[in-house]
């Protein structure tokens, strides 16, 4: 069973800052302590779950590009701890945000592996 504790989510105003951690304990399922891939997911009422940011236990990352130049992704490998550094907040970043931790690779076509409880973020205007 994995586990996951998440903080950092909140209310700010649009130019706004925030900082996501998701902490994930528990087996990978691979011979491997780390997972694979660790990310964030975004979720409204209005849109499907969908890529915020995800990031390799190599350090290599994919955001969406709505979020390229505002968002950062990092991790702790040692720690299964990931973090998401959200600057430039808009409206339209409103959401439920969710980590994500599963195998490879990187890229997929869409949401899987395992999941946070979720996190509120509410940017506004």
């Known amino acids: 069973q994995v586990q996951f504790v998440e903080s950092g989510g909140g209310e700010v105003q649009a130019g706004g800052s925030l900082r996501l951690s998701c902490e994930a304990s528990?087996?990978?399922?691979?011979?491997?302590?780390?997972?694979?891939?660790m990310g964030w997911y975004r979720q409204t009422p209005e849109k499907q779950r969908e890529l915020v940011a995800a990031?390799?236990?190599?350090?290599?990352?994919d955001y969406a590009d709505l979020v390229k130049g505002r968002f950062t992704i990092s991790r702790d490998g040692s720690k299964n701890t990931v973090y998401l550094e959200m600057n430039s907040l808009k409206p339209e970043d409103t959401a439920v945000y969710y980590c994500?931790?599963?195998?490879?690779?990187?890229?997929?076509?869409?949401?899987?592996?395992?999941w946070g409880q979720g996190t509120q973020v509410t940017v506004s205007s």
């Open positions: 528990g087996r990978t399922g691979t011979q491997y302590d780390s997972w694979y891939v």
């Open positions: 990031i390799t236990s190599f350090g290599v990352t």
């Open positions: 994500n931790a599963r195998s490879g690779p990187l890229r997929v076509p869409g949401p899987r592996g395992y």
